[in-house]
């Protein structure tokens, strides 16, 4: 099992900047494959972006492509999301999960099997 910790939301307004970090415990980080989804009020959880171990392969939801970069550093066990641009409908908890063991990157929440307490985003128009 590995434990996830998020840092770097706050509050910005729209077409600011924020960058999202997650640190993960133990020495599995490598091995898996992770990524960032969200949860905005009243709405269910949505899948933001995906990296597989090595960060060679990324992937993203159509709502971020071009705006949000994942990327990670195995050395320190941490996954990045950087929000560019940002819009009021971003505005949501920011959460990281890991892929335990797999090599494919997947957008499905249920391949996940650990998840940070996450973090708030929120941006003003």
């Known amino acids: 099992q590995v434990q996830l910790v998020e840092s770097g939301g706050g509050l910005v307004q729209a077409g600011g900047s924020l960058r999202l970090s997650c640190v993960a415990s133990?020495?599995?980080?490598?091995?898996?494959?992770m990524g960032w989804f969200r949860q905005a009020p009243g709405k269910g959880r949505e899948f933001v972006a995906t990296?597989?171990?090595?960060?060679?392969?990324?992937y993203y939801a159509d709502s971020v492509k071009g705006r949000f970069t994942i990327s990670r550093d195995n050395t320190k066990n941490t996954v990045y999301l950087q929000m560019n641009s940002l819009k009021p409908e971003d505005t949501a908890v920011y959460y990281c999960?890991?892929?335990?063991?797999?090599?494919?990157?997947?957008?499905?929440?249920?391949?996940?099997?650990?998840w940070g307490q996450g973090t708030q985003v929120t941006v003003s128009s």
């Open positions: 999960a890991a892929n335990q063991g797999s090599v494919i990157i997947t957008v499905w929440a249920r391949d996940y099997d650990d």
């Open positions: 990296i597989n171990r090595s960060g060679s392969n990324t």
């Open positions: 133990g020495r599995t980080f490598s091995s898996a494959v």
